[in-house]
């Protein structure tokens, strides 16, 4: 346990955003993202914060006297330069529940890497802006649905490939697993949030999905 994984974040808040928001959870953030989405929340964090090392020690110390889940998010977790690391930490550590938050650059990669029998819920979220971005979702959206901890997050636009992706979800992911997808806003500030939720649950009603809010923004905890 003395050994040390490299983050820009260690701090407790509560996930903010899909199917365990409201869990109290450390937050552990990689610095590097192989995307540059336009509406990132932490876009200016991962540019501007200085990498540090930080003892697993002292992280299990830290759930264990806050009684925390696992937050692990980037950046991108299971790019090369953190997936390793990522992995580690899903391993290494014991926790009640863990997410991972990633745009599924290789998600599969960091599943397979990761222990039997752990409490995780891996959260794919894809980062959809031209065709190429709808047929890779497609396909690793085909590949996960069987999986049971694996949840589907997707920031939700008015854009013809964005509707083209919920139309094939709808298609193809099973009435009985309908929770495992959510939709939620776009938007940095509270009030883009706020004003973007209407559109989102019209369509979480045409699609019978889930809507997540995007708490951390909304109520300032993160």
Request: proline share 5%; glycine share 4%; charged share 25%.
């Given at each position: 346990?003395?050994?040390t994984v490299?983050?820009?974040?260690?701090?407790?808040?509560?996930?903010?955003?899909?199917p365990?928001?409201?869990q109290?959870?450390?937050?552990?953030?990689?610095?590097?993202c192989?995307?540059?989405?336009?509406?990132?929340?932490?876009?200016?964090?991962?540019?501007?914060?200085a990498?540090?090392?930080?003892?697993?020690q002292?992280?299990?110390?830290?759930?264990?006297e806050t009684?925390?889940?696992?937050?692990?998010t980037?950046?991108?977790?299971?790019v090369?330069r953190?997936i390793?690391?990522?992995?580690?930490l899903?391993?290494a550590?014991?926790y009640p529940?863990?997410?991972v938050e990633?745009?599924?650059?290789?998600?599969?990669?960091?599943?397979e890497?990761?222990?039997?029998?752990?409490?995780i819920h891996?959260i794919y979220?894809?980062?959809i802006?031209?065709?190429?971005d709808l047929?890779?979702a497609?396909?690793?959206?085909?590949?996960?649905?069987?999986?049971?901890?694996?949840?589907?997050?997707?920031?939700?636009?008015?854009e013809?490939l964005?509707?083209?992706y919920?139309?094939?979800?709808?298609?193809?992911?099973?009435k009985s697993k309908?929770?495992?997808?959510?939709?939620?806003?776009?938007?940095?500030?509270r009030?883009?949030?706020?004003?973007?939720?209407e559109k989102?649950?019209?369509?979480?009603e045409?699609?019978?999905f889930?809507?997540?809010?995007?708490?951390?923004i909304i109520?300032?905890?993160?």
């Amino acid at each position: 346990m003395d050994k040390t994984v490299t983050l820009i974040e260690n701090f407790c808040s509560y996930q903010g955003e899909g199917p365990d928001s409201g869990q109290a959870m450390i937050i552990l953030r990689f610095k590097t993202c192989n995307r540059k989405c336009p509406w990132c929340d932490t876009a200016v964090k991962m540019r501007i914060s200085a990498e540090a090392p930080y003892k697993i020690q002292d992280i299990q110390k830290t759930i264990y006297e806050t009684r925390s889940g696992l937050l692990i998010t980037g950046g991108e977790p299971t790019v090369p330069r953190h997936i390793e690391e990522a992995a580690m930490l899903l391993n290494a550590l014991e926790y009640p529940i863990a997410n991972v938050e990633t745009n599924g650059y290789d998600l599969l990669g960091l599943y397979e890497r990761v222990h039997d029998q752990r409490n995780i819920h891996f959260i794919y979220s894809p980062k959809i802006f031209h065709s190429g971005d709808l047929e890779a979702a497609m396909e690793l959206t085909n590949q996960i649905l069987d999986y049971d901890n694996i949840f589907i997050k997707v920031v939700y636009e008015e854009e013809p490939l964005v509707h083209t992706y919920l139309e094939y979800l709808t298609s193809v992911i099973d009435k009985s697993k309908c929770h495992k997808v959510w939709l939620m806003p776009e938007g940095v500030t509270r009030p883009d949030l706020i004003q973007n939720s209407e559109k989102v649950f019209d369509a979480c009603e045409r699609y019978k999905f889930n809507f997540s809010s995007r708490n951390h923004i909304i109520f300032g905890f993160v």
